[in-house]
């Protein structure tokens, strides 16, 4: 099934190509050749999936976006207090290449311009055996989970042309912000922004960060948690320079342009988001990029104050219906059908809330499945919040799924997505419990599947399953003492708390087993039909019946009332015994199943 997601930024990539606006950053000659319809949008989760579409594998130079992460590098070198001294993380409202330092001290405003990222580079020092550019390098190659090179070109472009940040050094050196000869600062500031990187690398880097500094895809932790929370703050406040206001009421989340065209937004614990377009808006920033990340923004609700919960999978269990079956007791025919085609029907359980990061694992789970599965319940019991994204993309992934041959089944107690599902043409089956939803399943696959086995309405009392290991003799002779009952549509036949009345033996109809919930709901434990029993497991609970018996329509049943039982063990023991050896071989199976579903609930 094709992702709602990648159709989504397919759309939009296709969208926004039309903008033409801006032009590429011309002010360092190597750099002016670029082809401005470039223009690649990647999205990587905090798990390590990413979606991609456009230019992603186009390499250009990192230029600004170098930034917070060489001032991650400082604080984790030698602390807050001592970067704070050097370096402020107050908005400056100017430009990237402003002049913007304190009055008196020559502190910068912060990091992200240009002169707090000369200062940031003048902190770090060469360690064990690497310089100071070696160590800067390996960083950023961390963060993209691959390592990076440099393109000379535009280095010493920016050497021959980076006349302004050189002026910047020395007047910093005056102050005594950068503590020895500048020129080296400058070379390696100039290095590091000619790291070449592609959209990938940059989704990727964002993503780490998005991950408390773990790479997700490497699961290296490259960046402790403290320095990654400052890191982003000042992107916060300061990663757009002086559209940095626009930036966070449009799009609400951390974020760093550079020249180069690209442009990273970090969603923490959810998702990095990486574009790259090279031509750029009044304020330095990619024209596409802003575009683009506004309309993810609004379209996923990914602005921080919408998608404030850190974000997680939504996936708490995914299995087949084998692993966990409806308990339903069924002919033998029906249970080798089961047995074989039972991999058709998914059961995926989700918890906690549907956001964006939570919409995104559910939307790739259904993407990934087989395509031999016919069909998928997703159990919506544990869900907390959905947001209206998560509304939007079900929709489209429920028509991905129809195409695609496979039913969408709900377990949705609360009717969560009522309103989604209203106007389809073709409703979804909902149901209130994981049992009967399972069992709607199980009847489809055998319907299906089971080629002309027809599930019966109406057996002879040889035929129940848990007689089926009597001999003729013995079947007869319990017959023959049986009593036969009808029940009407609705008619309670045992309630809870009654003592054990008997073995019923279904005949024809359905019967409903319920029993009280935590809150004093009723919830539907399994349905009963033709062939099957009930009322031989209040033998179990100090012969007390543990649930209510009704008939879901016109029932009739044979039964071995508990005064008949008592009187056949008295008068033929030997026709006990088989009677109850039958019994136990069908109550052990039913126990196989019911332990088979209690370990589906205890993983996680």
């Not at 402003?98 to 000369?118: D, F, K, Q, V, Y």
């Not at 600062?185 to 990938?200: A, G, I, K, P």
Request: aromatic letters at 6%; a negative charge; hydrophobic letters at 40%.
């Amino acid at each position: 099934m094709e992702s709602p997601i990648e159709n989504y930024l397919r759309i939009i990539h296709e969208e926004i190509s039309d903008l033409r606006d801006g032009k590429p950053y011309s002010t360092i000659p190597a750099m002016a050749s670029v082809n401005p319809d470039n223009f690649g949008i990647c999205l990587t989760t905090v798990d390590g999936y990413m979606y991609e579409v456009g230019d992603t594998r186009e390499e250009f130079t990192i230029q600004s976006i170098s930034k917070p992460f060489t001032y991650g590098l400082a604080l984790s070198d030698l602390g807050m207090d001592a970067v704070d001294a050097k370096v402020d993380v107050e908005p400056s409202g100017d430009a990237f290449n402003e002049i913007s330092l304190a009055p008196g001290t020559g502190r910068p405003s912060n990091a992200m311009i240009n002169a707090g990222a000369l200062t940031a580079t003048s902190l770090i020092r060469s360690r064990g055996g690497n310089t100071r550019f070696k160590r800067i390098a390996n960083l950023y190659s961390q963060f993209a989970g691959r390592q990076l090179g440099v393109d000379e070109e535009i280095y010493r472009s920016e050497l021959d042309h980076g006349h302004r940040n050189r002026a910047l050094a020395y007047l910093l050196r005056s102050f005594e912000i950068i503590e020895n000869d500048p020129t080296p600062v400058v070379e390696d500031y100039f290095r590091q922004c000619s790291v070449m990187v592609n959209c990938m690398d940059l989704s990727v880097m964002a993503a780490t960060l998005a991950n408390s500094g773990r790479n997700p895809m490497t699961g290296v932790q490259v960046m402790d948690l403290l320095p990654v929370e400052r890191v982003l703050s000042v992107m916060t406040t300061c990663g757009m320079y002086d559209d940095a206001g626009a930036w966070l009421t449009s799009v609400g989340m951390p974020a760093k342009s550079g020249v180069g065209g690209g442009t990273i937004a970090v969603l923490p614990g959810q998702v990095g988001l990486a574009v790259y377009s090279p031509p750029l808006d009044d304020h330095g920033n990619s024209v596409r990029g802003v575009a683009t990340s506004q309309r993810l923004s609004r379209d996923m609700e990914l602005h921080f104050v919408r998608a404030a919960r850190a974000g997680r999978s939504a996936i708490r269990a995914s299995y087949d219906i084998t692993a966990a079956p409806s308990g339903i007791r069924r002919a033998d025919e029906a249970v080798e059908v089961l047995r074989e085609e039972g991999h058709r029907a998914m059961v995926i359980e989700l918890n906690g809330d549907l956001l964006f990061a939570g919409t995104e694992s559910m939307v790739r789970e259904l993407s990934s499945l087989a395509e031999d599965v016919a069909y998928v319940i997703l159990d919506l019991r544990r869900v907390d919040e959905v947001a209206d994204v998560s509304l939007r993309l079900l929709g489209e992934a429920r028509e991905n799924l129809l195409d695609s041959g496979c039913e969408l089944v709900l377990i949705d107690r609360e009717n969560t997505l009522a309103e989604t599902f209203r106007d389809v043409e073709r409703p979804v089956p909902t149901f209130d419990t994981r049992t009967a939803a399972v069992e709607w399943c199980e009847n489809e696959l055998i319907a299906r599947y089971g080629e002309h086995l027809v599930l019966p309405t109406e057996v002879e009392v040889g035929q129940c399953v848990a007689l089926s290991p009597l001999k003729p003799a013995h079947l007869a002779a319990l017959t023959h003492r049986m009593e036969e009952r009808i029940y009407e549509k609705g008619q309670v036949v045992r309630r809870v708390g009654q003592s054990f009345g008997g073995v019923f033996f279904i005949l024809a109809g359905k019967i409903l087993t319920s029993a009280p919930g935590p809150t004093g709901e009723r919830l539907r434990l399994s349905t009963l039909s033709a062939g099957m029993t009930f009322g031989e497991l209040a033998l179990g609970s100090d012969d007390r019946q543990e649930t209510t018996v009704k008939a879901l329509e016109r029932t009739r049943v044979d039964v071995l009332t508990a005064q008949t039982i008592e009187e056949i063990e008295e008068e033929d023991p030997r026709l006990a015994a088989e009677l109850w050896k039958a019994l136990t071989r069908d109550a052990y199976s039913r126990v196989d199943l019911y332990l088979r579903e209690t370990a589906v609930r205890m993983r996680d």
